[in-house]
């Protein structure tokens, strides 16, 4: 029997070693079924505990009574599904009569210490299903996106989420977006990451880069337009709208509204149209927002209120014409001047990083969850790239990004080179690349890294 318990004490220490050093790789040799079994074994305990049950029904108890048989127990929802994942387990139960979607989200907390998870996080599927996601370990610390992901047209996967799935930047589901965050905060890595998922889409990328260029000018072979400075900017602005304006005057000749034509057929957005007729969609990135709403003189204010009110009306019609708007600023409140909120109001999707103070946090949450401001300061200085991310819906989640170097964003742009398209309004500020004509295509790998 020695041997048995060599072998036996040699599967504890690598054990061990893989939740010390590899909890993902602990968690598929090792973790997974204990965590099954655990949800299995304690279930109806912890769901009485949680006070997650319900009392028999009437017809139960008189059974009982008339069989002379003890009072059966309070009963928990029903298991569905239990399915393990990469990260963690997925619970699916079915409510009884009289139970709350509401008071499962309550006891997650509970739930996550009960069943000895790192994390528990609940939502409800349709009306009596909800769908507990738990997870196994800290899928945070060290970020890892899964290699098959679903990827769509304006729909690209930037970060994962606390409950192990990939959070995903969906542009016709929430087409302008705002993030923030303090210096140091990951942000710009953020950005980067999404360039570079963007640069394999059939999409124009527009960027603003006030800092001189330094972080958007480097990825410059898959940009169409840059800016780096205030006045090219509101060149580069107005440019959009007239953009803006020709897309709705082709639109509006495609409607195609007879009476031989289905509803749904009836064009109002690039969308509708067919894929010869279909305008490239426009991504405009710009990099730190007040940078284009500061002044100091009155020649720079008229600039200012340019630039803003360019952007309102972007964001306020720019999406049926395939406009679409990232936002990033460390701060982006009402200090920047007037029509910053009304821009605001108009940027659904919001993220935001480790933030110095609760304004900050209020800027980005204060009108959609006061949970997710919460949150949001308490990011630690120690986890850049760690967010919070929410929309108007109300509903908010942690995310982190995977780390991506300036190096792999930008081999991305040049890999995907060649998708750069023309747009005619947009043509005075493609960048300029002198070493474009001279470069062969398979030597786009060693591109050096500034235009």
Request: glycine content about 6%; charged content about 25%; proline content about 7%.
């Amino acid at each position: 029997m020695s041997w048995l318990t060599a072998l036996l004490l040699l599967v504890v220490v690598a054990a061990g070693l893989l939740r010390w050093q590899r909890p993902a790789w602990y968690w598929l040799t090792f973790g997974v079924t204990f965590a099954a079994l655990r949800v299995l074994v304690r279930y109806a305990s912890v769901m009485d505990a949680c006070g997650l049950t319900v009392p028999p029904s009437r017809w139960r108890l008189h059974l009982a009574r008339a069989t002379h048989r003890p009072a059966p127990e309070s009963r928990p929802p029903q298991i569905l599904r239990l399915r393990p994942t990469r990260t963690g387990l997925v619970l699916r139960i079915k409510l009884r009569p009289g139970q709350d979607a509401f008071d499962v989200a309550a006891a997650t907390d509970r739930l996550r210490h009960s069943f000895a998870m790192y994390g528990v996080t609940s939502r409800e599927l349709r009306s009596g299903i909800v769908e507990l996601r738990m997870t196994g370990y800290d899928v945070l610390k060290r970020v890892q996106m899964p290699v098959k992901v679903d990827r769509a047209p304006m729909r690209v996967p930037v970060a994962l989420r606390e409950d192990g799935a990939v959070h995903y930047r969906d542009y016709r589901q929430m087409p302008h977006a705002l993030t923030l965050g303090a210096t140091m905060s990951g942000k710009s890595v953020y950005q980067r990451n999404l360039v570079a998922e963007l640069a394999a889409q059939d999409v124009a990328l527009v960027g603003i880069d006030c800092k001189q260029g330094v972080e958007l000018f480097p990825l410059a072979r898959r940009f169409t337009a840059l800016a780096d400075n205030p006045d090219t900017a509101a060149a580069l602005l107005d440019a959009l709208v007239t953009r803006m304006e020709s897309v709705y005057q082709l639109i509006r000749a495609e409607q195609r509204i007879t009476s031989d034509v289905p509803d749904a057929e009836i064009a109002a957005e690039i969308w509708d149209l067919p894929d010869h007729l279909r305008p490239t969609p426009i991504v405009v990135l710009v990099d730190e927002v007040a940078e284009l709403a500061l002044f100091a003189s009155k020649e720079e204010e008229k600039r200012r209120d340019r630039i803003i009110t360019s952007l309102v009306r972007l964001a306020q019609l720019g999406r049926a014409a395939g406009i679409h708007l990232e936002i990033c600023g460390q701060r982006f409140g009402s200090e920047l001047g007037k029509g910053i909120t009304m821009l605001r109001a108009q940027l659904t999707d919001r993220t935001a990083h480790r933030v110095n103070d609760e304004t900050s946090a209020n800027m980005a949450f204060g009108d959609i969850s006061p949970d997710a401001v919460l949150a949001a300061i308490q990011i630690p200085t120690d986890a850049p790239g760690l967010a919070v991310t929410g929309d108007s819906t109300g509903g908010w989640a942690r995310i982190r990004a995977p780390h991506t170097t300036l190096r792999q964003a930008v081999n991305a742009c040049n890999r995907h080179a060649d998708r750069t398209p023309d747009v005619p309004e947009l043509a005075a500020f493609r960048p300029v690349l002198p070493h474009l004509a001279l470069t062969p295509t398979p030597a786009i790998e060693t591109t050096p890294a500034t235009a």
